[in-house]
Structure formats: structure tokens, C-alpha cells
């Protein structure tokens, strides 16, 4: 959950911080608590009443602030009540899952003081803390750290969490067992995610550099990364939530054993492995779907052996099988019919059958969800799942329903 401005050089915004300040007063405390429940269509109206007894600045900022908890509560849960935050913050926010996961493998390595680096508003310190640890949380925003700060005081844990603003690049980890990195990967303004590595702030290999100084390190990195540019060195960590594919961590320190692992939340499973090519055969009764960590990490071929089955094509992650076998890493369906794709005799088929409820997946298929929809129209009372892909060089359609 660690965040950070996106960009690391900008100075806050002018005023950005007193105003902050004035939320911690009691006259702000007790005004951000009225507008808990705010309704967004109200604000105008609302404002105007409370700056009849507040100043406009503290009643801007309280508001400001009372949306962005709204905002925050599909990452943080009922913690967003009690949080202070920032836009980047809740924009860059990881889910509140993931960082307990994060925080609870750091516990489990043995690790007891950890310095957070580009703590951003405090999300990871706070999972830290909780789970045990001692933390250090850094980044150079005065804004970030003096939100951080108040986070840390509003959950209870401010005797777990330091917060100290400066450059993670000047920051001695001696005498910490764990370091997190979460650099910055969009551009100055809010702009474009950053892809290449050493294009982050700080650079990937300044983080590589860092972790061999302290037993255990974790560094967040954008899920899209390239297999190549990990680190022979590190374990690749791939976090999913409720099937969204949400982060991917570089672990040092915990062994060359298993280079690529798949963790799947809220349950936990998690699967590890090398990357290895799967074998690939023609359709079954059954067709799996990987969940996005394991497509992440390459580890397609450990399910597909888990179930019994093969890819329908050596390229894409679809996997067949003759039997159904429960895994937590790959949904199930079972598959009715196998046609080359075309559209005209897909809506015919469908029409005949009553299926009005389509759920549409595609890989490698050029053609989208929404143009198929439009082109099948359908109706009726029963529900299918189509995935439209290729199998050799031909185009086509498997139709089935949750196994």
C-alpha cells in the first residue's frame, strides 16, 4: 500500500500542508467527522453552510479530505474513516490485502525492524506495524510524512512507526533486518506509468543495490515487468485480489529455490515455481483459466500439470483438460462446443439455445468483447461464457459455463 507523489522532485503543492495541519486541530477534527456521510451532489450546498462558522480554506480541506476517505474505503476498508490522504495516495494506493500479505512474509522471514522508503501517505508502515515490526517510514514530501505520521497516530501505532522526511537515496539502513521499496513509476504530473526499470525514481538498480546491505528486501515493481529484468538474485512475487492482478515484489534474501511465486488473495495460496513451457494438445470437457498471477509468473505449466492438462495453444494461457480437478489457480469451465469463429453461426447457435447473458473472454483474438456483443445480440433467458482465441492459426470459439 505504500505511495508516493508521482513525481519524487516536485515540492508540494503550495499551502498543501498547513491546510493538512489545520484537519489535526480540533475545529478541523471535528468538522471532518460531520462530513463523513457527505453526499458528492451536496457539497456546493454544504460548503456554503459551514463557511458561515469556518474559515474556507479549513472547510475546502475538510471536504477535500472527506472525499478522498470515500474514495479510500474500496482500498482501505474501515480504516479509511480514521486515515488522512492525499490524490496520489488513494490513486496509487495498493489494497489493504496486499500490503498485510507483504507485511505478514516480512514477519515470517524474522524480521523485526524495517525501513519503509517512499512510505508515501504510510498504508505499508502501517501494515508493518501491525504485523509486529518495528518501522522507519521515509520519503521526502513533507506533506507525505506529515500524513504519514497522522496515519500512524490515528490506528494506534505511532509507537511502531518513525517517520522521517528525506531522500530515500541518503537513508542508512544499518541496523535493519528488512527494507521495502516502493519508488515512484509515473511521470511528473500524474503522467504516464513508467515501464523500464531504471527509468523509476529511485532506479531499479539503486533498490538492487541497496537490498544486498540488510538480510531481507522487498521491491514493488510494476506487474508488466519484463522476466528478463529481474534480478538472477531475487525471488519475483506476483499478488493478485479477488483476480486482479495488483503488484509484483522482488524479494531478496529468501532463497534461489523457487524464482517465480503466484500469490492468490484474500486465500493466501500461493505457488511457486520456474518458468517451463507446457505441453498443448486439443480441447476438453474442461477448459481452465490461470488467474493473472500465475499467467505473471510463468507458471502455467505447473496448473496445467495439476489438472491434468495441456494448453490449446503452446502461446496462450488457456489450458484443457479432460477432468475436473479443484485448484485455487485456475477457474474451471465446462465446455459444450468448439466451432472455428464466426459470427453468423455463433449468433444462430446461441439464438437456438436462448442465451441471452454472455460473459465474453478473448486471448488471442483480435476481436473485442464489445464488437462481438454488438454482433451477436443477444436474448433470452440462459446465460454462457465464450472465449474467443486461436488455436494453431485458427480463430476460435469455446462455449461453456462455470464448471
Not at 115 to 123: E, I, M, N, Q, S
Not at 174 to 199: C, K
Not at 285 to 312: C, H
Not at 372 to 387: D, E, I, K, Q, V
Amino acid at each position: 500500500m505504500a505511495v508516493r507523489t508521482s513525481d519524487p522532485d516536485a515540492p508540494d503543492a503550495p499551502g498543501a500542508l498547513d491546510a493538512f495541519r489545520a484537519l489535526l486541530t480540533e475545529p478541523g477534527r471535528l468538522l471532518l467527522a460531520g462530513l463523513r456521510d457527505i453526499d458528492p451532489d451536496r457539497e456546493l450546498a454544504v460548503a456554503t453552510r459551514l463557511r458561515r462558522d469556518h474559515p474556507p480554506e479549513l472547510v475546502a480541506a475538510a471536504i477535500g479530505q472527506a472525499r478522498l476517505r470515500q474514495r479510500a474505503a474500496a482500498k482501505f476498508g474501515p480504516d479509511a474513516e480514521r486515515m488522512y490522504f492525499t490524490p496520489d495516495g488513494v490513486e496509487q494506493a495498493t489494497r489493504a490485502p496486499v500490503a498485510t500479505w507483504r507485511a505478514r512474509r516480512f514477519a515470517a522471514l524474522g524480521v523485526s525492524r524495517v525501513a519503509d522508503l517512499c512510505c508515501g501517505v504510510g498504508g505499508d508502515a502501517l501494515a508493518l506495524a501491525r504485523a509486529g515490526l518495528t518501522v522507519l517510514a521515509v520519503d521526502r514530501s513533507p506533506l507525505a510524512c506529515a500524513v504519514a505520521e497522522a496515519n500512524a497516530a490515528a490506528l494506534g501505532l505511532a509507537d511502531r512507526v518513525t517517520v522521517r522526511c528525506a531522500a530515500v537515496e541518503d537513508t542508512d539502513v544499518r541496523g535493519y533486518d528488512g527494507v521495502f521499496v516502493d519508488p515512484a513509476r509515473r511521470r511528473a504530473g500524474g503522467g504516464r506509468r513508467i515501464f523500464d526499470p531504471e527509468a523509476y525514481s529511485p532506479p531499479l538498480s539503486w533498490a538492487v543495490a541497496l537490498a544486498a546491505e540488510v538480510p531481507y528486501a522487498a521491491l514493488k515493481i510494476a506487474p508488466g515487468v519484463p522476466h528478463e529484468a529481474v534480478p538472477a538474485q531475487a525471488e519475483a512475487e506476483w499478488v493478485s485480489d479477488r483476480g486482479d492482478v495488483k503488484e509484483a515484489v522482488l524479494w531478496f534474501g529468501t532463497g534461489p529455490a523457487a524464482p517465480r511465486r503466484a500469490t492468490l488473495l484474500p486465500g493466501g495460496h500461493t505457488l511457486t515455481g520456474t518458468a517451463r513451457p507446457a505441453p498443448a494438445g486439443p480441447p476438453g470437457r474442461y477448459l481452465y483459466e490461470p488467474d493473472g498471477a500465475v499467467i505473471r509468473a510463468s507458471l502455467v505449466a505447473d496448473v496445467a500439470e495439476q489438472v491434468a492438462g495441456r494448453l490449446l495453444d503452446p502461446a496462450i494461457a488457456y489450458i484443457a483438460s479432460d477432468e475436473l480437478r479443484p485448484t485455487p489457480y485456475a477457474t474451471a469451465y465446462e465446455i459444450t462446443d468448439v466451432l472455428p469463429f464466426g459470427v453468423k453461426r455463433l449468433r444462430a447457435l446461441l439464438r437456438e439455445r436462448g442465451v441471452g447473458t454472455v460473459t465474453i473472454k478473448k486471448r488471442g483474438s483480435a476481436v473485442t468483447p464489445e464488437e462481438l456483443r454488438s454482433w451477436l445480440r443477444p436474448s433470452g433467458p440462459h446465460a454462457s461464457t465464450l472465449f474467443l482465441t486461436r488455436i494453431g492459426t485458427a480463430p476460435t470459439v469455446l462455449i461453456g459455463h462455470p464448471a
